[in-house]
């Protein structure tokens, strides 16, 4: 995927075919609706703009895929322990996420025969960051969440990287949010993930509703 983000000032626009959702899912999708309330909303806290203005998050297509993965990896560990169906919403959340990418990459101009190589590098990037990121939220280890987003958003930054630590303790208070959301609320594609607070004020309480 090239870099190339939004334009500042523009933040809170989707990259076109990031975040574009209807007529992408496949036909196999009985609950589309649910589906696709829930993937807006988790399409929705990864535009907001404090990410890219507070918490060193490149407004570029890739910084805006590294955020998009960490709300999904998200959502993806809260309907681990759900029943049956919450587990089938997420498979089929993180299907159009990667039906969002094959589009965003075609859109880009991609030739068609790179396609598949570039999606395949794309979803190991994210599976990927899935066990880095699940490695450390297991360990309550915000040291070493902060590290793996440090590597995986700023790659070529080294030492010079910004510490990462506002992110990953928003993605801490958003897990334990996520953890009080209801199955009820999951079958109906209602969960909702904490908002970000700009640095500086005070942080999202852990277990807190969401504003």
Same mark, same amino acid.
């Given at each position: 995927?090239?870099?190339?983000?939004?334009?500042?000032?523009?933040?809170?626009?989707?990259?076109?075919?990031?975040?574009?959702?209807?007529?992408?899912?496949?036909?196999?999708?009985?609950?589309?609706?649910?589906?696709?309330?829930?993937?807006?909303?988790?399409?929705?806290?990864?535009?907001?703009?404090?990410?890219?203005?507070?918490?060193?998050?490149?407004?570029?297509?890739?910084?805006?895929? %590294?955020?998009?993965?960490?709300?999904?990896?998200?959502?993806?560990?809260?309907?681990?322990?759900?029943?049956?169906?919450?587990?089938?919403?997420?498979? %089929?959340?993180?299907?159009?996420?990667?039906?969002?990418?094959?589009?965003?990459?075609?859109?880009?101009?991609?030739?068609?025969?790179?396609?598949?190589?570039?999606?395949?590098?794309?979803?190991?990037?994210?599976?990927?960051?899935?066990?880095?990121?699940?490695?450390?939220?297991?360990?309550?280890?915000?040291?070493?969440?902060?590290?793996?987003?440090?590597?995986?958003?700023?790659?070529?930054?080294?030492?010079?990287?910004?510490?990462?630590?506002?992110?990953?303790?928003?993605?801490?208070?958003?897990?334990?949010?996520?953890?009080?959301?209801?199955?009820?609320?999951?079958?109906?594609?209602?969960?909702?993930?904490?908002?970000?607070?700009?640095?500086?004020?005070?942080?999202?309480?852990?277990?807190?509703?969401?504003?």
């Amino acid at each position: 995927m090239q870099q190339g983000g939004a334009q500042r000032g523009a933040l809170n626009e989707p990259i076109p075919g990031i975040f574009m959702i209807f007529g992408l899912f496949r036909k196999r999708n009985h609950n589309q609706i649910i589906v696709v309330r829930q993937y807006d909303t988790l399409t929705s806290m990864a535009r907001q703009p404090v990410f890219y203005t507070d918490y060193d998050v490149p407004d570029t297509v890739m910084g805006r895929f %590294e955020l998009l993965s960490a709300v999904m990896i998200l959502f993806f560990r809260r309907t681990r322990s759900s029943e049956t169906s919450g587990q089938e919403l997420a498979q %089929e959340i993180v299907d159009a996420f990667f039906e969002d990418i094959d589009y965003s990459i075609r859109e880009l101009g991609i030739g068609d025969n790179s396609v598949p190589k570039r999606m395949k590098k794309l979803a190991g990037m994210f599976y990927g960051r899935l066990e880095s990121y699940a490695a450390a939220m297991d360990g309550i280890d915000r040291d070493a969440l902060a590290a793996a987003l440090r590597r995986n958003i700023h790659p070529k930054a080294g030492e010079g990287a910004p510490s990462m630590i506002g992110l990953a303790d928003w993605m801490m208070a958003a897990e334990a949010h996520l953890a009080g959301i209801t199955e009820a609320e999951i079958a109906t594609g209602s969960a909702t993930l904490p908002q970000p607070p700009r640095i500086g004020e005070a942080a999202p309480q852990v277990g807190a509703d969401a504003p």
